[in-house]
């Protein structure tokens, strides 16, 4: 139960943080920037607010410039008495960053708890759709769903019977269906390492939400013969952590790469799984 609740404190410091570091406009970056500049803090005016500019070409010729006029020199004021801040001017229109994103993503899947899940159902695909919404320089908190296909190890299956019997007809035995799927649905949030957009941006998932998991019916075929194994279902607390890389192919537009784990709380041990997915982030 400690895992679970280390999520929701990660989920509610993560609120905390956007609440007290807000995600800006280009147009309130660059309005409190401008004060700290004309108070001679030109260092501060840059790190806090004109570096988060949105990184379009004019901008970055803009933030190009400032940093040569004001941070590469010896850090006098320039000669007029405003600082030369009145030759310069916004570097874009001041529009606000698309604070909405769409990400579909499609992966694959490995099985790791417990140790008969592991054993007797195979790696298979998975697929999901994430919407957010960026609420910090660093955050993003959405709503995704997932869902996480793992189809039978026949061969397993076959070698448990021989273990069993030590009759080598077990091989002869064939199972069709049964396959055992997880779908959730969640709360994430997820923290970039850069505030900025640059072409490679890391960033970190801690997720908490509900998950279903269920087997579907299987039949057992051997020699003519069929015995059907009835499935089962079962929901329960869902917590995910995970890794990954956004990668900017153009303005709003990202490759996104995530490695990562997440389980259900199911009776007895939870059934958990390891995920390494692919997919595009467009942002609204």
């Known amino acids: 139960m400690k895992t679970p609740l280390v999520l929701l404190a990660a989920l509610v410091w993560a609120a905390v943080s956007a609440w007290a570091d807000p995600a800006l406009s280009d147009h309130e970056n660059f309005e409190r920037g401008t004060k700290l500049h004309n108070e001679g803090k030109y ?28 941070l590469l020199s010896s850090g ?50 998975c697929f999901g759709v994430e919407f957010g919404r960026k609420v910090g320089r660093l955050l993003t908190i959405s709503l995704d769903l997932s869902q996480h296909r793992f189809p039978v190890d026949e061969k397993a299956y076959q070698d448990y019977f021989y273990a069993l019997t ?33 072409a490679l941006n890391g960033f970190f998932t801690a997720g908490l939400g509900y998950g279903w998991v269920v087997t579907h019916d299987a039949l057992l075929t ?21 890794l990954g890389m956004d990668m900017r192919l153009a303005p709003g537009r990202y490759l996104t790469l995530e490695y990562g784990g997440a389980s259900v709380a199911t009776k007895g041990d939870p059934t958990g799984f390891a995920a390494l997915t692919c997919g595009f982030r467009y942002d609204l």
């Open 43 to 70: 260092q501060e005016a840059y790190d806090r607010y004109f570096k988060d500019l949105t990184p379009t070409p004019m901008n970055e010729k803009w933030l190009k410039d400032y940093r040569a006029e004001y």
């Open 76 to 125: 006098d004021a320039p000669a007029d008495g405003n600082g030369g801040f009145k030759d310069l001017r916004p570097p874009g229109p001041g529009k606000s960053r698309k604070p909405y994103s769409l990400v579909v993503r499609l992966g694959m899947d490995v099985p790791t708890t417990p140790s008969d899940f592991s054993t007797y159902w195979k790696g298979g695909m």
């Open 166 to 198: 030590g009759n080598p007809e077990s091989y002869n035995i064939h199972i069709s269906g049964g396959r055992l799927d997880i779908t959730s649905f969640q709360e994430k949030a997820k923290i970039h390492f850069s505030g900025r957009d640059p």
């Open 222 to 242: 051997y020699q003519g013969d069929s015995q059907p194994a009835q499935g089962s279902s079962e929901g329960n607390l869902y917590v995910s952590l995970g």
